[in-house]
């Protein structure tokens, strides 16, 4: 059964930085894109950042410059490093990915397989 955990998520200051991780299993994720969404307190969740299953990098405007998303196929593992957090960072975080290898989207719904997420606050 897929499955994708993500982890590291916590508190932090302004300027401050985390790195977060999604663990994937069940299947071999390599040549898929995957993507870090965000969902904060009465907002959709959106696109963070997402990479191809060629490496491939794609960011939300927001982020850009800030955060790099990475991949370390053998492992299945996925991680998004947050560097200069801001406040508006503050969101559940959620890692996911997709059956078929259909490339990045930054639409939620093209996704198939998503994490449980976790919290990342950012306070001043």
């Known amino acids: 059964q897929e499955r994708l955990v993500e982890s590291g998520g916590g508190q932090v200051q302004v300027g401050g930085s985390l790195k977060l991780s999604c663990s994937a299993s069940?299947?071999?994720?390599?040549?898929?894109?995957m993507a870090w969404f965000r969902e904060a307190p009465g907002k959709y969740r959106e696109f963070v950042a997402g990479i191809s299953g060629v490496g491939g990098q794609f960011y939300a405007d927001p982020v850009k410059g800030r955060f790099i998303i990475s991949r370390d196929k053998p492992a299945n593992m996925l991680y998004l490093q947050m560097n200069n957090l801001k406040l508006e960072d503050t969101a559940v975080y959620y890692c996911?990915?997709?059956?078929?290898?259909?490339?990045?989207?930054?639409?939620?719904?093209?996704?198939?397989?998503w994490g449980q997420g976790t919290q990342v606050t950012v306070s001043s």
């Open positions: 069940g299947r071999t994720f390599n040549g898929h894109a």
């Open positions: 996911a990915t997709q059956r078929d290898r259909e490339g990045v989207s930054r639409y939620s719904a093209r996704y198939d397989y």
